[in-house]
T-cell receptor, first 116, second 114 residues
Framework: AQKVTQAQTEISVVEKEDVTLDCVYE???????LFWYKQPPSGELVFLIR??????QNEISGRYSWNFQKSTSSFNFTITASQVVDSAVYFC?????????????FGGGTRVLVKP | NAGVTQTPKFRVLKTGQSMTLLCAQD?????MYWYRQDPGMGLRLIHY???????AKGEVPDGYNVSRLKKQNFLLGLESAAPSQTSVYFC?????????????FGPGTRLTVT
C-alpha cells in the first residue's frame, strides 16, 4: 500500500519569508511519480509539478523549488519570498507508473497562510 | 474547451435521500476518477474507470456506486446518503499513454448531508 504524509497541517508566515513544506512517502514500487498540487481558497486543484522516481534532480520554477531525496523518501517543496497569493492548501501525492488508471494517493495537505 | 465539469456545485441532502453527481470531460480521456476531500485527510479515491463500461473500486468505495456508460461521463451515485458522506467531491480525468499521469480536476461539488 502507498502512503503520503504531510506532517505540517498549517504554516503561517509573513510575506517575503521562505516556507518549506515537508512530504514523506511510502511505497513498495521502485518506480513511481510524485506530485504537488495547490488548492487556493477558490477550491480548485492546480497542478504544480510531477517528478519521476528515477530523476532525483532538484527543480526550480520561479519562486518554487522542489527537493527530492529518494534515500529518505521525501519530496519537499519550498516557496521563496512568499506572497499573499501563495496562501492555499498544498497537497503532495504519489502514483504508480505501471498501473491501469494512475490513481493518486494524497497526503493530508498543508495549509499555508501568508500574512502581509 | 470546458475541461472537466461537475454538476451540481452544491447540494444539501437529508439522511436517506439519494442523488447522482455528474462528471463530464471533453478531452476524450480514457481514465476518470472520483475523489472525496475531507479536512486533514487530503483527497481519497472512491471509484475510478479505465474506459467506457468499466469501473473499479478505490480506497473508500462503500456507500457509493458509479457508472461509465459514455466515455465522456462518469456518474457517482449515493443510494442512501449518510452524514459521513458530507464532503467535497472531485472528479478527474486523464489520458491513456505517456501523459496518463496528469490528471485534470473538476471544480468540485460540496455535498452536505443532514
Amino acid at each position: 500500500a502507498q502512503k503520503v504524509t504531510q506532517a505540517q497541517t498549517e504554516i503561517s508566515v509573513v510575506e517575503k519569508e521562505d516556507v518549506t513544506l515537508d512530504c514523506v512517502y511510502e511505497t513498495r514500487d521502485t518506480t513511481y511519480y510524485l506530485f504537488w498540487y495547490k488548492q487556493p481558497p477558490s477550491g480548485e486543484l492546480v497542478f504544480l509539478i510531477r517528478r519521476n522516481s528515477f530523476d532525483e534532480q532538484n527543480e526550480i520554477s520561479g519562486r518554487y523549488s522542489w527537493n527530492f531525496q529518494k534515500s529518505t523518501s521525501s519530496f519537499n517543496f519550498t516557496i521563496t519570498a512568499s506572497q499573499v497569493v501563495d496562501s492555499a492548501v498544498y497537497f503532495c501525492a504519489l502514483s504508480r507508473i505501471k498501473a491501469a488508471g494512475n490513481k493518486l494517493t494524497f497526503g493530508g495537505g498543508t495549509r499555508v497562510l501568508v500574512k502581509p | 474547451n470546458a475541461g472537466v465539469t461537475q454538476t451540481p456545485k452544491f447540494r444539501v441532502l437529508k439522511t436517506g435521500q439519494s442523488m447522482t453527481l455528474l462528471c463530464a470531460q471533453d478531452m476524450n480521456h480514457e481514465y476518470m476518477y472520483w475523489y472525496r476531500q475531507d479536512p486533514g485527510m487530503g483527497l481519497r479515491l472512491i471509484h475510478y474507470s479505465v474506459g467506457e463500461g468499466t469501473t473499479a473500486k478505490g480506497e473508500v468505495p462503500d456507500g457509493y456506486n458509479v457508472s461509465r456508460l459514455k466515455k465522456q461521463n462518469f456518474l457517482l451515485g449515493l443510494e442512501s446518503a449518510a452524514p459521513s458522506q458530507t464532503s467535497v467531491y472531485f472528479c478527474a480525468s486523464s489520458s491513456r499513454g505517456p501523459s496518463s499521469y496528469e490528471q485534470y480536476f473538476g471544480p468540485g461539488t460540496r455535498l452536505t448531508v443532514t
